[in-house]
């Protein structure tokens, strides 16, 4: 089992930053990658970003490209999101997930099997 705690939600204004950590605790050896998604108040969940553990190979979707960074601390098994020049449209709640599961894309919430609960974000216009 791996557990997953996220903090570093808030509410920031248009064009400010954030930086939300997950910290993970347990097998976290059997880790392959560790990703962030988000979920709007009505909206699906969606992929932010992912980041392999062996390597550091990331991805990240067209709409954080450029405005968010994601990173890792192999040392403190925690894993960071760095979120720039945010918009009104990056409000929701953003999880930190993990997968144990081998696979060639991290980009669906499917791949990973261990989830946080939840930090906020908001930003207001």
């Known amino acids: 089992q791996v557990q997953l705690v996220e903090s570093g939600g808030g509410l920031v204004q248009t064009g400010g930053s954030l930086r939300l950590s997950c910290a993970a605790s347990?097998?976290?050896?059997?880790?392959?990658?560790m990703g962030w998604f988000r979920q709007g108040v009505g909206k699906e969940r969606e992929f932010v970003a992912t980041?392999?553990?062996?390597?550091?190979?990331?991805y990240y979707a067209d709409s954080a490209k450029g405005r968010f960074t994601i990173s890792k601390d192999n040392a403190k098994n925690t894993v960071y999101l760095q979120m720039n020049s945010l918009k009104p449209e990056d409000t929701a709640a953003y999880y930190c997930?993990?997968?144990?599961?081998?696979?060639?894309?991290?980009?669906?919430?499917?791949?990973?099997?261990?989830w946080g609960q939840g930090t906020q974000v908001t930003v207001s216009s």
């Open positions: 980041i392999k553990w062996s390597g550091g190979s990331t």
């Open positions: 347990g097998r976290t050896f059997s880790t392959y990658a």
């Open positions: 997930a993990a997968s144990s599961r081998y696979s060639g894309s991290y980009l669906a919430d499917i791949k990973y099997n261990y």
